[in-house]
Every structure is written in C-alpha cells, then in structure tokens.
C-alpha cells in the first residue's frame, strides 16, 4: 500500500487527461461498431448520476460507509475506460465493485448479504440468484484495474485542513457534499484528490454564507449537505449564477497574493449603511476575509490554481447538465441492452 497519493498507484497509472480518456472510450466503440449502434446509451454524465444513486442505494440498504462507496465508483469508472458498457449487466458490475471495495476498505460484508440485497433492490435482475455470479465478476474488476485497489480521496484532506482554514461546521459539510458530487464526474481519473478537495473547500466557503438569510431553507439545505449530494442544490440555492460567482472568487484568489489594504476590499462600505444592511456587509467582509486567508495559504503551498480552476468549471457544468437528467429514461437505454443480450440471467 502507498503511504501517500504521490507515490501511489492511483496517481501513477490511473491519472488521465480529457483527451486520454476520450480517446479509450472511443476506443472501446470502435471495436464493435455495429453493437454501438444497435444500443444507444445516455450522455456519459447521466450515466455516472445513475451509478451514483443505485451505489448509495445498495450502500443505505447494507449500512456501508460513504467511503467505501467512493471507492466503489472509482472502481467502476476505472473499469469502464477498460470494459465497454454494453458487454457487461451494469448492475452486476455496480454490486460487485461495492463487494471489493468493502473489502479495500475494512468493512466487508458477506457475499451472500451483498447479493440478497442487490437481488432485493433490482428484483428484474435474474442472475442474483447466485453469490457465484459476483465473484466471477469480482476476479474480472480486480483484473482490469491490474489489482491497484488502493484509493487515496479527499475527504482526509478535507477534514485535516478544517481547523488551519477555519472552516465552520457549514462549510464543511457543503464541501463534503460537493466531494460527493465529484464522483459523478471524470474528476476522479484526471486529478489528484487534494486540488478536489480544495475547490470544494473555495466552493463552500464562496456561496456558504450567502444562505443565511433563509433560515428554513438553510436549515434544509444543512441536513441535505449532511446526507451528502446535495452540493447542486445548495450552490443554486445561493441565486448566483456559477460561472460568474467562481470568476470572481479566482480573482480574489489572485488578489490575495498581493493584498489590498481593508479600504480598498470595502468601498461600497465607506457610505453609510442602514441597519438592516450591517448583517449582509458583515458577511461580506467575512467571506472575503476567508477567501483571502485561503489564498494566502494555497500561495504558501504551491497549489495548482489551474487544476482548481478546471475542477470547478466541470463541476459547475456538471450541475447544469444534472438538471436534465431523467432517471427513467437512463434506465431504459440500460436495461434495453441487458434484456436484448441476455445479460439479467443467472
């Protein structure tokens, strides 16, 4: 096992670029043509959001930790860059990477527990009928991924960095939610989990504190956060538009490096406030306060700024195309393809 990310499997093998992964997708179709033809798929995203939530699904009904279902979905992404789709029953592949990755994890579960559940949750799947099924596919999982199991993620470095950044309590979980949300992206494969980590920390720390003001959303919005997911549904929550908000939080980022003096950061404030303004000036000067400490500290640490840069604008993309998603219909492309090739059946 690597003691750290930076000499560890995952970043030695399992790096990739956009083009990288591009390219061995396509890859993939190209090797049956006729087959990619005859099944079409939803948009990739649409099917990581599927994953996503048949993962937590499985999870919930077993008590398994939330990360051991993060490695599960990396398995399962590193899989299909190997494996194409259509040749395998997603839903085999989706038990049995949450069967390894338990045991990656310390916290097993039986075979035959993990099959009476994905059997009890996907009652149109035959082939759950036998634990046998999913140790065959187990040997197949470990075997494509060249049995590097080990995942570094970024929920360490979120909760290492808590007390240095002050994050509050808030802030935290809406960071930890956003991590959680990272996996139903290509994030995972293209860059390490601390430049993951520290965009949801800047993404928390942005639009946290424009919620107060709400206080039944906010308190809703916390419990959500909790649960994890829930990272689109605060930031759109805050009324600002992502790409904008996020601009301008890199620019004072930027600035952060060369400090202005506090009358330069607080212009609009020189007038004089009414009392009903001195709440939401306040927040303000504290959000900019905390970015600006933020800044001091990635500037201290040699962090990529591009890479954050670059996580973030997949993120927030992520979250625009999340609205279109249609549960039904994504279900339908995939079981369409399981029937038709007798991939249900024990």
Request: hydrophobic content about 40%; glycine content about 6%; overall charge neutral.
């Amino acid at each position: 096992m690597a003691a750290n990310y930076w000499e560890s499997t995952q970043r030695k093998h399992w790096q990739f670029t956009k083009e990288q992964l591009a390219s061995m997708r396509q890859r993939l179709e190209d090797e049956d043509p006729a087959l990619v033809q005859s099944f079409g798929l939803p948009q990739l995203r649409h099917l990581n959001i599927f994953f996503n939530q048949q993962l937590n699904r499985l999870g919930k009904r077993l008590g398994i930790r939330q990360q051991a279902v993060a490695t599960a979905q990396v398995y399962i992404k590193r899989f299909y860059i190997k494996v194409e789709i259509r040749r395998t029953n997603p839903f085999l592949v989706l038990a049995t990477a949450l069967y390894l990755a338990c045991k990656t994890e310390e916290c097993p579960q039986h075979i035959r527990l993990m099959t009476q559940e994905a059997r009890g949750l996907w009652t149109d799947m035959q082939l759950f009928h036998e634990p046998s099924k999913i140790g065959e596919c187990e040997f197949w999982l470990i075997s494509e991924m060249n049995s590097h199991l080990i995942i570094h993620q970024p929920y360490r470095t979120l909760t290492s960095l808590q007390s240095n950044l002050n994050l509050t309590n808030d802030e935290l979980a809406l960071a930890w939610s956003i991590v959680n949300d990272h996996y139903m992206t290509d994030l995972p494969l293209i860059y390490p989990p601390h430049a993951v980590a520290l965009t949801a920390i800047l993404l928390a720390i942005v639009f946290r504190p424009s919620q107060s003001s709400g206080g039944g959303a906010t308190a809703q919005n916390q419990n959500q956060a909790s649960a994890g997911g829930a990272g689109s549904a605060q930031l759109n929550n805050t009324g600002i538009p992502g790409v904008n908000a996020m601009t301008a939080a890199f620019n004072q980022l930027q600035q952060s490096r060369h400090p202005m003096t506090p009358g330069g950061v607080a212009g609009p404030q020189s007038s004089q406030p009414g009392a009903a303004d001195n709440a939401s000036n306040a927040q303000k000067i504290e959000r900019y306060s905390k970015v600006q400490r933020f800044g001091h500290w990635l500037s201290e640490s040699n962090v990529d700024l591009e890479a954050m840069v670059d996580c973030t604008q997949e993120l927030i993309s992520f979250y625009e195309c999340q609205e279109s998603y249609n549960d039904k219909l994504t279900r339908e492309q995939i079981v369409r393809f399981i029937k038709a090739k007798g991939l249900d059946k024990g």
